[in-house]
Nanobody
Framework: QVHLAESGGGSVQPGGSLSLSCAAS????????MVWFRQAPGKEREAVAS????????NYADSVKGRFAISKDNAKRTIYLQMNSLKSEDTAMYYC??????????????????????????WGRGTQVTVSS
């Protein structure tokens, strides 16, 4: 079965950096849309970055453009999220999700669409990121 496992969260001061990883198993890795979502207490879940594993096309939410970078290693079946210049508002639980359907490419392209998270059927358990002085 599909399994996604995030790692790499932690606490950091504003302006600092963290790198998250998501190891995937149970599906053909190079035909997926994979997305990093986050959810802060009392806020809606939002997508921050997407990557198509079969080509590498990426998209970012406006709130993280220029600060976050999503990447992949198909051989390791892993995606990454490098987060730089972190702000207190980046504090959230970060989740890795996968869309294996035919709608994957469009979901990857339009990650800022309302409710896009509902299109993703596979989720990891999440890793906490806390940005605080």
């Amino acid at each position: 079965q599909v399994h996604l496992a995030e790692s790499g969260g932690g606490s950091v001061q504003p302006g600092g950096s963290l790198s998250l990883s998501c190891a995937a198993s149970g599906f053909t890795f190079d035909i997926a849309c994979m997305v990093w979502f986050r959810q802060a207490p009392g806020k809606e879940r939002e997508a921050v970055a997407s990557i198509r594993t079969g080509g590498g096309k990426t998209n970012y939410a406006d709130s993280v453009k220029g600060r976050f970078a999503i990447s992949k290693d198909n051989a390791k079946r892993t995606i990454y999220l490098q987060m730089n210049s972190l702000k207190s508002e980046d504090t959230a639980m970060y989740y890795c999700a996968a869309d294996l359907s035919a709608h994957g490419p469009s979901n990857c392209a339009d990650i800022q669409a309302p409710g896009v998270w509902e299109n993703f059927g596979y989720w990891g358990r999440g890793t906490q990121v806390t940005v605080s002085s």
